[in-house]
């Protein structure tokens, strides 16, 4: 018999299941019809074409770009919030308080108030429109990764470390065989959300590109700005869902690859379980 | 594996602390011997072994393995591998790979260094367990592989930073067997932080007693015991018995009359307090001749199989100085022995256990005695949980 409490967990979550899922059936719809009045319940006629439209619009060319502008975000992002987060963590900082707000400060400003200002200087200082972008995209990233890992670092036993020196590991030893497994849950995490940062930002790209650095963001919104697009708006942001979900996955496997050894029994006994269960040594 | 490890002058003064640390500690440990630090928590145990493991640099003095300064010498090259409290086994490695750890950042090749492991798995009698993840091992199968993985990086020096403390007492128990057989394999270079007399005597040859940063008494544990230079460790070593009184012409008078010291014992005369251990007053008879006091039982505490009896001493007139009405003896009594509260015993003093130290400024029982092992009932928690 099941018990009240695991039957609300149950409840609960498959309504979050419905919820994140609901808004996606319209955009698999739209995507797949050919003519839909709006009147009928389902389209009336299917086709594939709405893909081959997207990809006619450049979508080929905007995804290459909104995957190097993420990555690009994530490789900078990541380990420059790991070390701001080091030194939270140590305690080396003076003033930490402060700087974590400092730090912080991208997420509560309002983004398109800081781009436009930081748009003038970008100018000025005749940064190519991509390069720009990047470094506005990193500091926006970099309150994620530097809370991500803080809370990692929050966790992480320096004396690890203490002890694998006293085994024989050089420093760099140390950084490869120990502080990166044990910190590559929230390494992965962090990642993570620094490419999301990239790719899924809109007004920093706009701004800052002149709308000539054209990415799915970009482009989707174009296309939605415009009437009887929508299959093509659907396909296109179908296609925008692939590469965080991916990104997501690979991320949990590496996760669960680095957390646990690759060679583990199954059974949970301990040794002393196993000991009682062996005939005549009861 | 055996060297013979030195230190001079150590001294630590941590930034933004009143006390140094450790002031100017002198101690060797020679080849193949077991040294046990011995002190209260805050005496400077720990920072010893990390001064002397290279894990922190001391503002004064020196680290000598076989007579060669090692302070220029990163940890990594000491050779001296340590085993702490928490077993601060890597998580993200099975047990084997954890014992293969010095090996492989060695950079042996990963079938050599686990074979390698293998065998020292064996040692410690858990070969069957390579495979298992550390969290699916117990607190003292936990510190076993710890121990295992530190005695693979071959050490010139065995660091042990109370390393089973958080287990309970069969466990240590087995533990201190362990270590009992390493040495008789392996014969290292063993450095034993313990705040436990009891272990520190049961592991060591012999006993360095820190307090507040200084090195009190460094000698054999049998001398630790019957020989303490001071109250102090006296009291650390579980010692119950301090009589205050005089000495002249090598004997020591007190309420407990005139008693006769050993011939090597030979404190100048004036005030001095006679110290003995509890194992070394024997309850006799209360009408035997030849006891060196009589008193009367007032109350009685079970320790396993023995008792420890406290006795009120009859007053020998004479000396009114040292007379103190708080003034108890303790004396162990072994199993069957009847003596309970109220009764009249004499009691005889092992004349080769006693020793006379000065007086103490602070009243006996406010100093270093070893808290009651609350750390025991401290469960092991698994390192993964932290990381995860």
């Known amino acids: ?282 | 594996m055996s060297t013979h490890l030195t230190l001079q002058g150590l001294t630590r003064h941590y930034p933004g602390t009143d006390a140094a640390a450790l002031s100017g500690l002198d101690l060797t440990v020679p080849a193949g011997s077991c040294l046990a630090l011995l002190g209260p928590s805050g005496s400077g145990k720990t920072t010893v072994l990390r001064l002397a493991s290279g894990l922190d640099r001391p503002d004064a003095g020196d680290v000598l393995l076989d007579g060669r300064s090692v302070l220029g010498v990163a940890p990594e090259h000491r050779g001296m591998a340590m085993v702490f409290q928490r077993p601060l086994l890597f998580p993200h490695r099975n047990v084997l790979d954890n014992v293969a750890f010095a090996a492989r950042v060695r950079r042996t090749p990963r079938r050599q260094a686990r074979a390698e492991a293998k065998e020292y798995l064996d040692l410690v009698h858990l070969s069957d367990l390579g495979h298992r993840h550390p969290s699916d091992l117990s607190g003292g199968q936990q510190q076993r592989v710890a121990v295992a993985r530190a005695l693979a990086a071959r050490p010139h020096v065995l660091m042990l930073d109370e390393p089973f403390s958080a287990l309970d007492t069969p466990l240590r128990e087995e533990m201190h067997e362990l270590v009992r057989q390493i040495r008789e394999a392996l014969d290292p270079t063993i450095v034993l932080v313990t705040h436990d007399q009891a272990e520190a005597a049961a592991l060591a040859e012999e006993v360095a007693v820190l307090s507040e940063g200084r090195l009190v008494q460094q000698d054999a544990v049998d001398r630790i015991y019957t020989r303490p230079r001071s109250l102090l460790v006296a009291r650390l070593m579980g010692g119950r018995n301090e009589v205050p009184g005089e000495v002249h012409g090598h004997h020591h008078h007190s309420i407990l009359g005139s008693i006769a010291l050993p011939v090597d014992v030979r404190p100048s005369d004036g005030p001095g307090v006679l110290v003995f251990r509890q194992e070394a007053a024997h309850v006799t008879d209360v009408d035997d001749s030849d006891a060196d006091a009589r008193g009367t039982v007032t109350a009685v505490r079970v320790i396993g199989a023995r008792r420890l009896l406290t006795i009120r001493p009859d007053r020998i007139d004479g000396d009114a100085r040292a007379l103190t009405d708080d003034l108890h003896i303790h004396a162990e009594t072994p199993p069957g022995h009847r003596a309970g509260s109220g009764a009249r015993v004499g009691l005889r003093l092992s004349p080769h256990a006693l020793t006379v130290v000065p007086a103490a400024a602070s009243p006996p029982g406010q100093v270093g005695r070893t808290p009651p092992a609350t750390s025991a009932a401290r469960t092991v928690q698994a390192p993964t949980e932290s990381v995860r």
């Open chain 1, 1 to 282: 018999m099941r018990r009240p409490a695991q039957l609300l967990r149950g409840a609960l979550a498959g309504f979050l299941v419905v919820w994140f899922l609901t808004p996606l059936i319209p955009l698999v719809l739209w995507a797949g019809a050919e003519g839909w009045s709006g009147v009928a319940r389902l389209p009336e006629r299917w086709s594939l074409d709405a893909f081959l439209t997207a990809l006619g619009e450049g979508s080929g060319i905007a995804l290459l770009r909104s995957l190097a502008l993420g990555t690009a975000v994530a490789i900078l992002a990541t380990p420059t919030g790991a070390l701001a987060a080091r030194a939270l963590a140590r305690g080396t900082v003076r003033r930490p308080r402060l700087v974590a707000a400092v730090l912080l400060a991208p997420v509560a400003l309002p983004v398109f108030a800081v781009v436009m200002g930081l748009n003038v200087v970008l100018l000025r200082l005749h940064l190519p429109a991509p390069i720009g972008i990047l470094l506005v995209l990193v500091v926006a990233a970099l309150p994620y990764t530097t809370y991500v890992m803080r809370v990692a670092y929050g966790a992480y036993d320096v004396a690890y470390e203490d002890e694998a020196r006293t085994l024989g590991a050089s420093p760099w030893a140390v950084a490869w065989w120990v502080r990166l497994p044990l910190l590559a849950p929230g390494v992965a995490s962090a990642t993570f959300l620094a490419f999301l940062v990239g790719w899924s930002d809109y007004i920093v790209t706009l701004v800052v590109g002149g709308g000539r650095f054209v990415t799915v963001p970009v482009l989707v919104a174009s296309a939605a700005s415009g009437t009887g697009n929508e299959p093509t708006v659907a396909a296109l942001s179908i296609g925008a869902l692939v590469p965080p979900t991916l990104a997501l996955t690979a991320a949990a496997l590496l996760r669960r690859r680095l957390t646990r050894p690759a060679v583990r029994l199954r059974e949970p006994a301990r040794a002393d379980r196993a000991l009682a269960s062996t005939p005549g040594a009861a």
